[in-house]
Each structure stands twice: as C-alpha cells, then as structure tokens.
C-alpha cells in the first residue's frame, strides 16, 4: 500500500528565504507522487507532479520538488518565499490497483511568511 | 468554464437531519470523487465514480451514499447526519485519455458542513 507522510505541520519562513516541505512516501511500486496547495478558503490546486520522467520538477509558482528513491522522499522548495506563498500544502501519492487514480494525501503543512 | 463547482458552501444541520451536497463539472471528465478534510487528517476519499452511471467505496464511506446520473454531477448525501460528519467536502474530477484516468484532479472550492 502506498503513504506518504509530512514532516511539519506548521512552518514558518521569512519573506525572501528557503522554504522546504518534507514529504516522505511508502510505496511498493514506483510511485506517481503529487503536490498540491490550499489557498485559505479555496479548493486544491496542482503544484507540480512527478510521474517517473525528471527526478527534478517545476511546477507553478516557482516552486520545484526533487524525486529521490535512495531516501524515499520528494520534498518541496522555493528560493525565496512570498507572502502569497501562505498557503497549506499536502503531499499525496497515486494509489495503485482499481480503476481509478485515487490520491492518498499526507496531513499538510500550513505554511506562514511572515515579513 | 466553471471548472468544479459545489453547492451550498456552507451548512448547519442537526442531528438526524438529512441533506445532498451537488457537485458540479463543466470539464467532460469522467471521473469525480468526494473526500473529506479534517484538521490534522488530511484529505480522505468517501466515494468515487469512474463515469456515469458508477459509483464506488473510498476510504471513508460509512455514513454517506453517492449517485452519479448524470455525467457532470456527482451528489453526495448524508441520509441521517451525526456529529462525528462535520467537516469540509470537498469535490474532484479527472480527465482520462484511452479510457484511463489521468493523473491531475480538479478540485471545487468545498463545503464546509457543521452538524449539531
């Protein structure tokens, strides 16, 4: 079965530095593995998403996310946080098996930039 | 396009009450999905469809039953609603290509429903 988790449940940055997201995945087969971000009082919406092509992806907003199976993780970056980056963010890994692409998400991680 | 639309975005039932959320794509997808976000927990998946006329278990669907008549809706009904329901929903669909689903979700912007 496939799982991912989030270290973090709150993070904090200052506007203009690093931010880093962990998320770790279990899975017993290669994994599809997803960012998504929820702006406050909104739905999700796609960050970027690795489906076993580049290790390394962009996605929207400038954030980028690194597949690396030797630790088993696939955390989230940005250079230099905004303010409009406050936001939480979930990690989710495609379930195998059935007809569908069911999502398995981690908790989230609420992010604050503060100024 | 709309995309993902759910209706109502808010609502206050009592314990026993019954109500049906109504959600809403103007994409042609065949798959749609409901979950529901609790703090701490994440998104967890109640029901699912794979196209009209279908419908399927998730993680999470004691308590709640779904029909999909139509291709663009999905409902989700809670036919006697407890407490232990209050949270927000939150609608999904996905596009497929050769029959397949494809990898992106679309969300709608939730339901946030209080039981009393």
């Known amino acids: 079965a496939q799982s991912v988790t989030q270290l973090g449940s709150h993070v904090s940055v200052s506007e203009g530095a690093l931010v880093l997201l962990r998320c770790n995945y279990s899975?017993?087969?290669?994994?599809?593995l997803f960012w998504y971000v929820q702006y406050p009082n909104q739905g999700l919406q796609l960050l970027l998403k690795?489906?076993?092509?580049?290790?390394l992806v962009k996605g929207i907003n400038g954030f980028e996310a690194e597949f690396k199976k030797s630790e088993t993780s696939f955390h989230l970056t940005k250079p230099s946080a905004h303010m409009s980056d406050a936001a939480e963010y979930f990690c989710a890994v495609r379930n195998y098996g059935g007809a569908t692409n069911k999502l398995i998400f981690g908790t989230g991680t609420l992010l604050a930039v503060q100024p | 396009n709309a995309g993902v639309t759910q209706t109502p975005k808010f609502r206050v039932l009592k314990t026993g009450q019954s109500m049906t959320l109504l959600c809403a794509q103007d994409m042609n997808h065949e798959y749609m999905y409901w979950y529901r976000q609790d703090p701490g927990m994440g998104l967890r998946l109640i029901h699912y469809s794979v196209g009209e006329g279908t419908t399927a278990k998730g993680e999470v669907p004691d308590g709640y039953n779904v029909s999909r008549l139509k291709k663009q809706n999905f409902l989700l009904g809670l036919e006697s609603a407890a407490p232990s329901q209050t949270s927000v929903y939150f609608c999904?669909?996905?596009?497929?290509?050769?029959?397949?689903?494809?990898?992106?979700?679309?969300f709608g912007p939730g339901t946030r429903l209080t039981v009393l």
């Open positions: 899975s017993s087969v290669p994994p599809y």
């Open positions: 690795y489906t076993s092509a580049a290790t």
């Open positions: 999904a669909s996905s596009y497929s290509i050769s029959g397949a689903p494809t990898d992106t979700q679309y």
